[in-house]
């Protein structure tokens, strides 16, 4: 019978298998690492990050759009105070407006307030005279007037006819122009005194007679 060898392990062998083994297992663990890392990287690199600005440091993006909304404030600002200086620009000219209208109104008011001064003479009665036959549209001069006057009473506001036959009639001729009362009281023209013997009063209402019966005062050169 053939004779069997036995192989013998001793501590030494098995020390000198752990440590091979041991090797070959960071072997792999490097090359395991190694491509873990090549990978990382890799996916690392297909990734589009974006920029993160660091605290207090705005990126360029934050930057645009401030300064658009600045932009935006600008133009803002800038139309409401051209509005507002057209309002200040309107309402100035209403008030100018206003101004005018009512200094206007107030020289109408005095205008109209004010009467006209003439002199209390003979010369200021025949002028005032006209100044209201003017207003009635009764006609008249000034030299027919004072011509008729001169003959009739020789300008005395005062002087009464008592001999003709009005006098005999109980009614005398009376004023610058020798008006009866019924004539007076018939013609007289509304806005002077209702007094015979008032110049002006006695004036307009022979002139607004003698236009009725003569179209004219300057159209009578005697007793009418």
Same mark, same amino acid.
Request: proline residues 4%.
């Given at each position: 019978?053939?004779?069997? /060898?036995? @192989?013998?392990?001793? &501590?030494? !062998?098995?020390?000198?298998?752990?440590?091979?083994?041991?090797?070959?297992?960071? /072997?792999?663990?490097?090359?395991?690492?190694?491509?873990?890392?090549?990978?990382?990287?890799?996916? &690392?690199? /297909?990734?589009?990050?974006?920029?993160? #600005?660091?605290?207090?440091?705005?990126?360029?993006?934050?930057?645009?759009?401030?300064?658009?909304?600045?932009?935006? #404030?600008?133009?803002?600002? =800038?139309?409401?105070?051209?509005?507002? =200086?057209?309002? *200040?620009?309107?309402?100035? %000219?209403? *008030?100018?407006? &206003?101004?005018?209208?009512?200094?206007?109104?107030?020289?109408?008011?005095?205008?109209?307030?004010?009467?006209?001064?003439?002199?209390?003479?003979? %010369?200021?009665?025949?002028?005032?005279?006209? +100044?209201?036959?003017?207003?009635?549209?009764?006609?008249?001069?000034?030299?027919?007037? !004072?011509?008729?006057?001169?003959?009739?009473? /020789?300008?005395?506001?005062?002087?009464?006819?008592?001999? %003709?036959?009005?006098?005999?009639?109980?009614?005398?001729?009376?004023?610058? @122009?020798?008006?009866?009362?019924?004539?007076? +009281?018939?013609?007289?023209?509304?806005?002077?005194?209702?007094?015979?013997?008032?110049?002006? *009063?006695?004036?307009?209402?022979?002139?607004?007679?003698?236009? +009725?019966?003569?179209?004219?005062?300057?159209?009578?050169?005697?007793?009418?």
């Amino acid at each position: 019978m053939p004779r069997i /060898s036995t @192989l013998r392990i001793t &501590r030494s !062998h098995k020390i000198a298998t752990a440590v091979l083994v041991a090797a070959g297992s960071v /072997s792999a663990i490097a090359a395991t690492g190694g491509t873990s890392e090549a990978q990382t990287t890799a996916a &690392r690199s /297909s990734i589009s990050v974006e920029p993160v #600005a660091a605290a207090g440091i705005p990126t360029a993006k934050d930057a645009a759009a401030k300064k658009a909304a600045q932009e935006t #404030a600008a133009k803002e600002a =800038a139309a409401k105070k051209a509005v507002a =200086a057209r309002k *200040a620009t309107a309402e100035k %000219d209403a *008030a100018e407006e &206003r101004s005018e209208k009512q200094a206007a109104n107030r020289s109408t008011e005095r205008k109209a307030v004010t009467p006209k001064k003439f002199a209390n003479n003979l %010369d200021g009665w025949i002028r005032e005279s006209l +100044d209201i036959m003017k207003k009635k549209n009764i006609p008249g001069s000034y030299e027919g007037l !004072h011509r008729n006057i001169m003959r009739e009473s /020789s300008g005395n506001p005062n002087a009464v006819n008592d001999w %003709d036959i009005n006098a005999q009639n109980g009614i005398p001729s009376k004023g610058l @122009l020798q008006v009866i009362q019924p004539t007076f +009281d018939a013609y007289h023209v509304k806005g002077t005194p209702k007094k015979l013997t008032d110049p002006v *009063a006695n004036i307009t209402a022979a002139a607004n007679y003698a236009a +009725d019966r003569y179209g004219s005062i300057d159209n009578v050169d005697s007793a009418y």
